[in-house]
């Protein structure tokens, strides 16, 4: 399996992996910005050591804007994931176009076509993470050639309008092979749930705790940080 720009540099990361999303607004807690510069917020992320930057481009529940995620791939070093509801493949050559590391696969949403979709990225040189909140996903996703499997403790189906916690990374990063690199998502939102998450999973992303801080850079680096000497 070929190791592309975040799951390379989730692999050899010495410290906390810790995927740092840029988001503008949530569902469950509303604007997220609060009239502060994304780019800014990307440069605070960068000096607090992040391994790669998620930013979230669907528009209608999440306020996502495309031509900002182009701005954020072409103004940052670290590898980029693009979070959407995927269901072409020309959002995925989109992706790929914009310079991006990698593209999220949900397997809630493609089903059988999972497969067919992480090829059809891993094609145009983009990591994919396949997202998996159930045993049943679960067990689509360890049948592509994905480089990641990612375990979202929320429920998109609901939004993650829910209260999952990292137990569900806890139950389901096991049954994953470790040929994949695991990333627990969402509903992480102190060191604590950090740590727990990181004795079963090779990465966090964590996006709401990050952006609803006053100090984005204290927090990530406080999440980077955990647990060193």
């Known amino acids: 399996m070929v190791d592309f720009g975040l799951s390379k540099a989730i692999r050899e990361c010495d410290r906390n992996a810790v995927i740092a999303e840029i988001k503008v607004h949530s569902p469950k807690y509303g604007d997220l910005l609060r009239g502060r510069d994304p780019i800014e917020i990307l440069r605070a992320y960068e000096r607090a050591g992040a391994v790669g930057i998620s930013y979230i481009t669907e528009p209608k529940f999440f306020k996502g804007d495309f031509e900002l995620f182009r701005r954020i791939c072409r103004e940052t070093d670290l590898p980029v994931l693009r979070k959407d509801f995927i269901t072409t493949k020309e959002e995925i050559e989109r992706t790929a176009e914009a310079e991006a590391s990698a593209v999220l696969i949900i397997t809630r949403i493609l089903r059988d076509k999972t497969a067919e979709f992480v090829d059809f990225a891993l094609e145009h040189g983009l990591d994919t993470l396949v997202e998996v909140h159930d045993y049943e996903e679960l067990l689509l996703a360890v049948e592509t050639n994905s480089t990641m499997v990612g375990i979202n403790n929320r429920d998109i189906g609901r939004l993650e309008k829910d ?11 096991p049954l994953i092979p470790n040929k994949f690199v695991k990333v627990s998502e969402s509903g992480i939102s102190s060191v604590e749930d950090l740590k727990i998450a990181l004795r079963y999973a090779d990465a966090v992303l964590v996006g709401t705790a990050f952006m609803k801080a006053d100090d984005p850079e204290k927090i990530v680096r406080e999440f980077v940080e955990a647990g060193s000497c």
């Not at 209260?163 to 990063?173: H, I, M, P, Q, R």
């Open 163 to 173: 209260d999952g916690n990292v137990s569900v990374t806890a139950k389901l990063a």
